[in-house]
Every structure is written in C-alpha cells, then in structure tokens.
C-alpha cells in the first residue's frame, strides 16, 4: 500500500511541477504581452509629442519668417518714402517757381486756371501748397 501512495504521490508531484510549468509559461506569456502593449503604446505617444513638437517648431519658424518679412518689407518703404521725400525737397522750389511763372499765364482762361491750381494742390503735399499759397 505503501508502494501504491508512493506512486501516487511521485505522479501527483509530476503533474503538479507540470501545472505549475503552465501557470509560469501563461503568467510569461501574459507579461511579454503586457510588456509589448505597454511599448506600443509608449511609442505612439512620443510619435504625438515628437508630431506635435515639429508642428509647434514649424508654427513658430513660419511666424519668425512672417515677421521677418514684414520688417523686411517695411524697411524698404520706409527707405522709398524717404528717397521720395528728399528728391521732393530737391524739387520743390523748381515747382514753386515753375507755378509762379505760369499761373498768371493762366489768368486769361479761369476755366483752366482754376482747375490747373486745384490739380496740383492735391498733387502736392501740404508744406508745398502752403508755399505757393504763400508766394502767390
């Protein structure tokens, strides 16, 4: 009888060490896939920071270039207004005098004299009407 619990017991044990086997091949299994999910999952959130990262970077770059432009841009004008304003000043008294010396030409006709002053004082800026005004 002895002998019999003896088998018993040895092939209890076998079958034991192998359910224990599976438990531990399931629970590897099942860790291996948790572990996979888990880097899965760590990888497409580093794709959306690293996406959204490069959107901001390109966002700023584009404003950066925008302004960049913009000042660009305005220097430029600033630099024509500036030419415009000194090739007027060289100018101006030649208009002056050139107005002078035809205006009263244009007395005889004041259809024309009238709309000949009144086209360039709105061709001419302020300090140059106010100028002829001045002089005439």
Request: hydrophobic residues 35%; charged residues 30%; negative net charge.
């Amino acid at each position: 009888m002895d002998s019999l619990r003896g088998q018993g017991g040895i092939q209890m044990l076998l079958t034991a060490e192998q359910e224990a086997g599976r438990i531990v091949s399931a629970a590897r299994t099942a860790k291996l896939a948790r572990m996979k999910q888990a880097k899965d999952e760590a990888e497409k959130e580093m794709e959306e920071y690293r996406s959204r990262l490069e959107e901001e970077y390109q966002t700023q770059v584009s404003r950066t270039e925008q302004e960049a432009a913009a000042k660009r841009l305005e220097e430029e004008t600033d630099g024509r207004i500036q030419n415009l304003k000194e090739s007027s000043s060289k100018v101006s008294n030649e208009i002056v005098k050139m107005l002078i010396k035809y205006v009263p030409l244009l007395e005889h006709d004041p259809q024309y004299s009238s709309l000949f002053l009144m086209s360039f004082f709105f061709l001419l800026p302020c300090d140059f009407a106010f100028t002829l005004t001045s002089r005439l």
